[in-house]
């Protein structure tokens, strides 16, 4: 850890970069007087947008990047080509101990791919997954993979499961998180090979996780569960769908309080409450989604992030880095592993 | 088909049968006035409910059954020990002419693996796919397969696609259905082999189809899409989780409407507008899923259904038979397989 938090930002990453990574670390400023923040980016357009704010720009360090990776960049090609890109740089930071996080929004599918490289997974992990978290009917909750890993097998579910649980504990400080692996029905016999494997690895082993066994895409947000465990493909759309969903919703109700003038005067009546539900059913209030099973702290902000969306983003690698979060999973994967390494070394 | 339009009823199928399959025969008796009911079900218990609708009776035939297919019954189960249940009887009714449509709300599994065993596929399906459709931003938008095929390959996909956009050619009155194929990403690079696969040929075959390739979970319901194509893995955690938000989106509409006082006045003045909502998210509106690939026609009414959402799964089922579904899609596989069959024949 560095000696005050230290924030990498990709400041060319999104479709609205520099201005947001600027003005979304001006925000987060505010909100995290101890952190600090090293900007990687072009000097020429970025240096003007910190000289407007001297007070972001007293805790800030600039650094000149002349490269940055597309959005339309293949994660093999960054990995070839991108050594000299914002996003490239700012990930070698936190290797290099300069930074305690590094915070991109830009491409998804680079930005894991130069992390993995850069960063290497922990012992006891195969491959890292990405998380986010969003509200549900008791709060919130975590679901993961959201699209890193498109096919998995039942060891890479049970470390998501574990990655999961110990991010939902450290992070969002619940005790024993509840743990459902998603699938089309909640009896033994259903799913594919992989979830009815991983069920019964995750049956069978002691963790500081409750596993509920099998849910189904209804259960992700009414808190039956704390932590959905997927792969990145069924993940990916059961997030994207549930978004959808949510602003098919909102636009009916926008269409109902248009219905009859009995409805506008109600509509105003109730905007104060509305706008609160607006908010929250705001995604950017869940932006962030995490890069679990680095070692390191990779945050990806979502492309389409505004300045509150992206200080949101920072705000959940500043929760990660004082929680502890990479100790915590260090420590249970360790705990976990052993028997099945010695297993294979005694093989080998 | 039956000389009167014939529905046959499996009457000892859901949570609350045989009640609300003959009330919701009753309500679908006034709909559609000149349809028959053939109830496959225990005497002792649906009798009595039928001598207090005469109107009903009158245009019903009631055939008694000893057996009924359990929630929990194995669908392979099932195709051993269920031939005199009411399940099996009401689909071989479609098999033998007597009826020309069949509707469960009892075990999805055992429906199917019965309709499959009984009405057999015709040419050019491999596997038959369940089909559901429900609302979207410019109006109604169908998905298929929601859970028949937990795992699909490039052919049972593109025949996805093919039967998906004939049902809502012939049964919702789409002229040129367009239909996406449910990915991670647009770019041609994303998803699993399958996906990648099934894209190239639905790119490369004619149909009378708009194929627009990939398209992500937030695709489904904003309209971009008729049709959506995903494996049944995949699109039952996409339906559930649609159903999971929408019910989140009304409860936080609930609780912001006991917000305060003047949010509680709004309510009173919007009330009949948010009925009409809630009227639009209802679930029991878009109740019916469709089995699609079957020489006959097989609606699962959901198993919780009560009368209002088993009459509308019978209004699907009548709306097949009336718009010749069963023929056209014979006709268009016909179309579409010969030289695949021709070719498979010069190899035999």
């Known amino acids: ?15 609205a970069a520099p201005d947001i990574v600027v003005q979304g670390a001006e925000i987060a400023r505010e909100r995290f007087p101890g ?9 020429a357009e970025v240096k003007p947008l910190l000289d407007r704010l001297p007070a972001l720009a ?12 597309s959005g339309e960049t293949k994660p093999s090609a960054a990995l070839r080509t991108g050594r000299s890109s914002s996003m490239w740089m700012a990930i070698e930071a936190v290797q290099q101990g300069e930074a305690d996080a590094v915070v ?15 960063l290497r997974m922990p012992k006891g992990v195969d491959r890292p997954a990405i998380a986010g978290f969003f509200p549900s009917q008791r709060g919130e909750t975590v679901m993961l993979d959201l699209g890193a890993n498109i096919e998995c097998d039942a060891e890479n579910l049970v470390q998501f499961a574990v990655m999961g649980s110990i991010f939902a504990r450290s992070v969002l400080g619940m005790e024993r998180p509840r743990v459902g692996l998603l699938n089309v029905g909640a009896e033994e016999m259903k799913g594919n090979g992989a ?23 209804n259960d992700i947000m009414s808190g039956a569960v704390d932590v959905t465990v997927t792969d990145g493909f069924t993940g990916n759309v059961a997030l994207k769908s549930a ?12 269409q109902t309080f248009h219905h009859s003038l009995m409805a506008k005067m109600g509509y105003l009546l109730a905007k104060p409450a509305l706008s609160k539900l607006r908010q929250r059913l705001d995604p950017r209030r869940y932006n962030g989604a995490v ?38 999973i260090r420590e249970e994967l360790e705990h976990l592993s052993p028997p099945d390494d010695d297993a294979k070394a005694a093989h080998a």
């Open 58 to 69: 007293a805790v800030s360090e600039l650094r000149h990047t002349s490269d940055r990776i």
């Open 291 to 328: 890069f679990l099973g680095l070692n390191g702290v990779t945050v990806k902000s979502h492309g389409a992030s505004d300045a509150y969306a992206f200080a949101n983003a920072i705000g959940v690698a500043v929760d990660m880095v004082q929680h502890g979060f990479l100790g915590s």
């Open 1 to 15: 850890m560095a000696e005050r938090l230290t924030v990498a930002l990709d400041a060319m990453g999104g479709d």
């Open 104 to 118: 991109s929004a830009g491409n998804t599918g680079a930005l894991m791919a130069i992390s993995k490289f850069i």
């Open 243 to 254: 978004e959808g969903t949510s602003r098919l919703c909102m636009e009916f109700l926008r």
């Open 35 to 43: 952190a600090r923040y090293l900007f990687f980016g072009d000097e």
């Open 195 to 217: 979830v009815r494997a991983a069920a019964g690895i995750l049956r069978s082993i002691d963790l500081p996780l409750e596993f509920v066994g099998f849910i189904e895409g």
